[in-house]
């Protein structure tokens, strides 16, 4: 799952205007999550609203840097677009333009199933083989859900379902799992 979402969702890049808003949105998350980590003034800027604190990502944990994206997110809509680019300016950062702030949005949505379905699967208490399957159906359908109402990211949506199917096809005809997720009490 992991593999999903970092390397199929790569695929999405071989566009190049995907590729390009892709790096810009990411480069200016990266300097916010830079600034707020590493200089103690920005840090007191951006905890002097409260519930705003930066998340930083850990580099060996793709949900992490979910979380810290879906951070920004949260921070922008409560804060509102115009007050996140004065705190931008504050911070002596490039704030995310209007269509940054969008694919930022839409990122958010679409990797939100993905990083739910990894919780799941990668549970230490109520993880078992019998959840794998319907994990990963649900998963692809609310991606194709989504797709219907994106503008910037239905090839990360193309590219997230073709690792899916890429990397679990072969798990759908087997019985051993097919039995183990209908004997699961909660999937009868």
């Known amino acids: 799952m992991s593999l999903v979402a970092v390397k199929d969702s790569e695929k999405a890049l071989d566009d190049n205007t995907y590729k390009r ?12 999550w830079r600034k707020a980590s590493r200089s103690p003034q920005a840090s007191e800027i951006v905890q002097r609203m409260p519930g705003m604190a930066v998340v930083v990502p850990i580099e060996v944990r793709w949900n992490s840097y979910y979380n810290a994206m879906d951070k920004i997110r949260l921070i922008i809509n409560k804060m509102s677009v115009d007050n996140y680019k004065i ?5 002596e950062i490039e704030a995310l333009r209007n269509n940054e702030i ?4 839409e990122y958010c949505e679409v990797m939100k199933p993905v990083a739910n379905a990894l919780d799941i699967v990668q549970g230490e208490f109520q993880s078992y083989i019998g959840i794998l399957l319907p994990t990963i159906i649900l998963l692809k359908q609310k991606l194709l859900d989504l797709q219907h109402n994106l503008r910037y990211t239905v090839l990360l949506v193309n590219a997230l379902v073709a690792g899916i199917e890429k990397r679990f096809n072969d798990m ?4 051993d799992l097919i039995l183990a997720s209908v004997t699961m009490p909660r999937f009868k």
């Open 87 to 91: 705190l931008c300016a504050e911070l």
């Open 102 to 105: 969008l694919f930022l949005r």
């Open 21 to 32: 808003l892709s790096q810009s949105t990411f480069a200016k998350c990266s300097a916010l």
């Open 172 to 175: 759908m005809d087997r019985d």
